[in-house]
């Protein structure tokens, strides 16, 4: 099961190309699988804390990289699927259109965001390159450059774009951490080039590649499948942007750390249910993660002591109805890392956070 676990993403991606193939109302088989998910994470909600055994590596490696090709038979068949409904003569039905949006963009986040980010951790060439081409596929093109340069040693900080802010809800976290995450990979891209003695548009510059890989692929969408397959591709993109920032809201909600210390486990939120580790290749692993980033994802060790939220997809759920999220979900847990892990320090930010919020000084 070690090695037979992380195949369960693999199941996912099966099932949105079929929905593809089959048409008609099964295009929505794949986004349907998000509660397929939340069900079978139900059925297993005490934390996992075993660490995964596996001798041989080049297994576990395999459903990583089966997903290069499965995210391109995915936006693929949805082209296909989006052309041949419209060649048929019939009027596109909104809800199908939504089923096809829909599949595309949780797809897209999970599993192949947590494949995206081991790859982008990893030092070979051919794991940059896949990454490079299946962020810009799944409309987050320069993402990478903002999480690897800026999110691993800004986390907790005002500056990071990850880092989302007590009493801050989901929806206003999206929006801002896709408009700051973007610039901030800009930013980042400039400072890089203008060592080179070159401009942030020039052709070496990986803005300037990343944007183009995607605005490419999305023009052979609409050569080959005509441009009602391309603005919905696009559209499952955007959304599924959006939604890869709905769960990084998770990761380090509320957290604070004092600008000049180092970072440490108490700066980040595991979500350790077995279902959730294996459906994202570990990346709710998440604390250490962090203290070891270029360990590869079937290494990481859960760590008991470290912060902890329930399930990530229990708490996007709630999260979604903000008052609930900060009652049941965050609050309580906010109030137990003041006390048990924030230092004298921090204690005094987690206080002025609190009352920034709205809350007093003090989470309950």
């Known amino acids: 099961m070690d090695y037979l676990r992380y195949y ?41 804390y075993r ?40 009027p596109l039905e909104p809800s199908r259109l939504a089923g096809v949006v829909a599949t595309l963009a949780w797809l897209s986040v999970v599993p192949n965001v947590p494949v995206v980010h081991e790859l982008l951790h990893r030092r070979g060439r051919v794991d940059r390159f896949l990454a490079f081409v299946m962020s810009a ?21 005002p500056d990071d774009s990850d880092t989302a802010r007590r009493g801050e809800s989901i929806y206003a976290f999206a929006v801002r951490a896709t408009l700051t995450a973007t610039r901030d990979s800009f930013v980042s891209e400039r400072q890089r080039m203008a060592k080179k003695g070159l401009s942030v548009w020039s052709w070496r510059s990986d803005v300037v590649r990343s944007y183009s890989m995607m605005i490419g692929l999305l023009a052979v969408v609409g050569v080959l499948a005509g441009p009602v397959a391309a603005a919905v591709i696009a559209a499952g993109c955007g ?31 595991s979500h350790l249910s077995p279902v959730v580790r294996a459906l994202t290749f570990e990346i709710t692993n998440h604390a250490h993660h962090h203290m070891s980033p270029l360990v590869p994802f079937h290494a990481l060790v859960p760590d008991p002591k470290a912060p902890q939220m329930p399930s990530a997809l229990l708490c996007f759920l709630a999260a979604l109805v903000p008052p609930v999220w900060e009652r049941v ?3 309580p847990r906010l109030a137990d890392w003041d006390r048990r892990f924030a230092t004298e320090d921090e204690r005094a930010l987690a206080r002025a956070a609190n009352v920034a919020a709205g809350w007093g000084d003090e989470a309950t």
């Open 8 to 48: 369960l993403a693999t199941a996912l991606m099966v099932a949105g190309i079929t929905g593809f193939v089959l048409g008609g109302g099964w295009v929505w088989l794949g986004a349907s699988t998000f509660l397929f998910a939340v069900l079978l994470d139900l059925t297993a909600l005490a934390p996992d």
């Open 51 to 90: 660490a995964r055994s596996v001798r041989h590596t080049a297994l576990v490696q395999v459903p990583l990289y089966l997903h290069a090709p499965l995210l391109v038979g995915l936006y693929s068949m949805a082209a296909v699927r989006v052309h041949a409904d419209q060649a048929g003569g019939a």
């Open 137 to 157: 596929a799944i409309g987050d093109p320069v993402r990478r450059l903002a999480h690897l340069r800026g999110h691993h040693a800004l986390l907790g900080l």
């Open 239 to 269: 959304l599924s942007r959006l939604l890869l920032e709905t769960f990084n809201y998770l990761q380090h909600y509320g957290l604070v750390r004092v600008a000049g210390t180092p970072y440490d486990r108490r700066h980040t939120w």
């Open 329 to 331: 979900i965050a609050k």
